[in-house]
């Protein structure tokens, strides 16, 4: 049996991960369809839909995937076109909810996607929710310049947010554990630190060095 599954697509960060997997012998292929077709015109137009078929048939001719074994697919809406495609072609497809060993497998192979983006991995783990939209936003609003091009920029959530008022001020921080989301490195207390203060669903507060200047 060959499950399908893909991981990221409600990331503001990152483009989308494929991934397929012969239960049986646990053989693994994945690709990521890349964040341009996640940005304006490529999102509206659902180019994304089609580079997943592109994914999906490099995935079979690498593992050898016969019409007689029975195809698990994802529901979500990344798989659109994917289903009727197999379908058409004389696959046997169930759309159903992935489990394991694909959903963990292909969480963790994202995971180390987005890490080498540049999101700390502690920053990531520091919550159940890692991919969470308001906390890559802090991550991405901590040095906007460089990191929106790693967004899924055509998104309507992104519209309504990426020009609100952010505030930069400075202060004095004396102790705790915070890590600067510009340069990725530990902010060693006491010291002075800025402030990027926004607000969404509610306040939001991103710690970097005073004089930090460079991105991780």
Known sequence: MIQIDDAGSGSLV???????????TKDFYSDVIPIKYFTSPNFEEKKYTDFCI?????SFKALGVEKNELI????????????????????????????????????ENFMDYVIGLGIPLDYLQYTKYPFHFHRLL??????????????????KSWKKY?????????????????????????IETPCKIKIIKFTTNHDY???????CHSSQ
Request: glycine share 8%; net charge positive.
């Open 162 to 186: 990426k020009d609100i008022k952010i505030s930069h001020y400075s202060d004095v921080l004396l102790g705790g554990n915070y890590r600067c989301l510009k340069c990725g490195n530990i």
């Open 14 to 24: 990152g483009g989308t991960m494929i991934g397929v997997m012969r239960v049986e």
């Open 54 to 58: 592109s994914i999906i048939d490099d």
């Open 138 to 155: 802090k991550w991405v609003f901590a040095d906007i310049k460089t990191r929106e091009k790693l967004c899924k920029t055509g998104w």
């Open 205 to 211: 507060f991103i710690y970097v060095h005073d004089n």
């Open 72 to 107: 698990q697919i994802c529901q979500g809406y990344i798989f659109d076109k994917v289903r009727k495609y197999l379908a058409d072609n004389g696959y046997s497809v169930v759309s159903t909810k992935i489990s394991e060993p694909l959903q963990s497998i292909i969480e």
